[in-house]
């Protein structure tokens, strides 16, 4: 492979490796955790990209971009699918997704003025910075996650297990 089919190969690899990590997960437990860390991941690898100047390093931070981007995103759209009362799921999702395909354009612009104006590694920089400190910002809250998805559960349980009223006779 060459050089920019090495530049592909990186980060789709990684959506692969990421894909295998999340289909071996047995338990949605500690999602919160694991949004948490792949953001992380992901601002690490885009600051990491930055300020790369070898070739191989720069294919290794893109391929950790690639595992980090597939598991935050599928693991963030169960959390929600999760956390979300039943009859708000589709709701929730529909406005997850708008959220998220909505602001690609938008970031796309944002990202080309930025590093046309400020360059390229600073730009990419500057993203993953901005994915560092968003992490930072989510982490404290899983506690709180944690127990509103537990309790979420509990609830759709108990309602499950609970006896059927019985029915009016003639």
């Known amino acids: 492979l060459e050089g ?35 953001m992380t991941a992901f601002g690490a690898g885009l600051v990491g990209l930055a300020l790369s100047r070898s070739f191989p390093l720069s294919i290794a931070c893109i391929t950790v971009v690639g595992a980090a981007t597939i598991v935050q995103m599928a693991t963030s759209n169960t959390l929600l699918q999760l956390s979300a009362p039943p009859e708000l799921r589709g ?51 899983i506690p709180a996650i944690r127990r509103a998805t537990l309790a979420r559960e509990a609830e759709e349980r108990a309602a499950r297990e609970a006896p059927s009223p019985p029915e009016a006779g003639p």
Do not use: K, N
């Not at 997850?96 to 590694?121: K, M, N, T």
């Open 4 to 38: 920019m089919q090495r530049c592909h190969v990186g980060p789709a690899f990684g959506a692969v490796a990421g894909a295998l990590y999340l289909a071996g997960r047995r338990s949605h437990r500690r999602s919160a955790g694991v949004v948490a860390t792949a």
């Open 91 to 141: 709701r929730v999702i529909s406005l997850y997704l708008l959220a998220f395909a909505g602001s690609a354009p938008i970031d796309s612009l944002v990202a080309g003025w930025a590093a046309r104006s400020h360059g390229v590694e600073t730009t990419v920089a500057v993203g993953g910075a901005v994915c560092l400190v968003t992490a930072a910002v989510f982490a404290p809250r």
